[in-house]
């Protein structure tokens, strides 16, 4: 491994190709596993940078790194099983039964007293025995199963029962046979739906980490009245999980916790929006009347996590600003005390123009404004369209939007980035 790591190291820069093609050059090297490793080094790249950084890694598969949690994510994971264990500081076991690359289970290891990490993929698995060695993670212990009820497979029971865990964590692998994407929870590996009861006699608490893409709805009904809470995890503009924390115990409602993480995080903290959905379904959100603007007025438009969380209405009545329309998820206010808490969920802009959409407020818009983003939203046109209509490039911090109002009919908004 070490000869290999340095291997790694020397050609990180390398044009990969060229090394399978001059294999013969190093005997001694495995270059097809040093090809994954130098291909995924370079995924990690501020991905997670520490590991990035540490030479004598080894990353036997490339999907594996493009998979795996980022810094920032992984971090805020192990800060909530922390939670949901209730045991800050004191001692609590976690088992991660879908390893992987082994990102998880060692941001787990920094909070948690000790960690089961498992995986099936023989690769993957002596990878982790040799990492976890070079950055002294001594509290995880490595386990190399397939866990599920099939004959070639270890059931849960057998895995955990002697480890104890108190929180068990599965990544359910979101790819079926070929390589083909699946997208049903109990279509993935290993199905949670066929295991969770039997995870339930040995450890309180599931969590569970999904694609972006997931229904959250869907995953919850499916997942049964355990749900406790739904994490939206975002970060950098851009959604990167879904966290389902099961509780045996729990027979409520669950909670959705719309989660924007900082640039700086975990040195600030997150920004959540925490709503039950019922309180989304009994929720109507008031809508911009031309008479709402004042002149003096701001536009919201809500992160990545706000919006895949799903509390449109929400928003609006627990903030008291106005939405432009049911399907238009934008929002108008004129308190600038609103503005720093809204910046933290979203993004905020201050409106210098408001005007019905038409071929002549989009050629002043235009001519106003040359430098300009633009977003169009439920109107007859997309975003490039629109761009080509006011024949804006992109630069400077102005942004045009062209939005539909249920109650002015379609907009175009001038606007300031704050």
Known sequence: MEQLAKFVSDHL???????????????????????????????????????YENPRLIFPAKLSAEQCSSSATGRYKAALAERIAGTSGQVWKIADLTGGLGVDSWFFSQRASKVLYNEMQDGLCNAAVHNFRVLEADNIVVSNNAVGNAAE???????????GPDIVYMDPARRGEGGKKVFLIEECTPDVLTLREEIFKISRHILIKLSPMADISMVCDRLGPTCREVHVVATGGECKELLIWMDREWAEEYHIHAVELPADYPESEPSVFTFRPSEERGSTARTVAMTDLTGNDFLFEPGKAMMKAGAYNLVSTRMDILKLGKS???????????????????KVYEILRCQPLDKRTM?????DFPKAEVTSRNLPMDTDTLRKKLGVISGDDAHIFGLKSDSQGNLILCTRRI
């Open 363 to 367: 050629k002043t818009a235009g001519k």
């Open 13 to 51: 820069g390398d044009d990969t190709s060229k090394l399978l093609l001059a294999r013969g050059k190093w005997p001694e090297i495995d270059m097809d596993l040093a090809v994954n490793c130098i291909e995924s080094r370079r995924k990690l790249k501020g991905k997670v940078q520490d590991w």
């Open 153 to 163: 497979q270890v059931s849960p029971t057998v895995l955990l029962s002697e480890f």
């Open 328 to 346: 238009t998820h934008y929002y108008i206010f004129a308190d600038s005390d609103k503005i720093n808490i809204l910046k933290s969920l979203g």
